[in-house]
């Protein structure tokens, strides 16, 4: 690849970037829950169910550029199915945030949202699909190799997909001083899970 090739490159890379930001990174079951769960556990006894997030969205993305998604979402079996585990466990994660005692109540019984729930709700989410894939299909960053294409994109999107869940996790956290009250600990997950819920509706609804 020649330093034309690269200079060439930036224009496209700044197109992808924000394209990430703004369609990977709006409002949908994934970003919702990883707010609501750091609302509601704080910053560190959250990150076991960022991990499973971040990694099976990037799960996601691989699939996506190998291009099995299109299999998946287009299958009129198999989509009802992702469908169906998505809503059931965004459902239990809003009834668990909702329960969530102050974080100062907080102790090691109090089940926090695993790595395995984190990852199978990543996998098992539609908009992610789709918001991927339109990312992914919108940009070219290099027309000399498709292959090195493919490749390029999915590390770029890899990092903006752990990027994005960072600062969703960053923003349910700063709500943290409030959950340390038991009146506002209430109001704040009460909200946090009705979002969760709204938005996984939503997102549900257009899949």
Known sequence: MQVSSYSGMLRPLISLILAALVVMGSPGPSTMSVT???AAFGFRRSLTYLTGITLGTAVVLVAVSAGVASLLMSSPRLAPIFVAASATYIAYLALKIARAPPLSGH???TGVPSFAGGFLLAVANPKA???IAAVFAGTTLTVESRMIDTILKTV???L???VIHLCWLTVGVSFSRLLRHPVGSRIVNLLSATILIVTAIMAIAHA
């Open 107 to 109: 102790n090691q019984e």
């Open 36 to 38: 609501a769960v750091g």
């Open 156 to 158: 770029v999107l890899a």
């Open 129 to 131: 699909y789709l918001a």
């Open 160 to 162: 903006m997909i752990v």
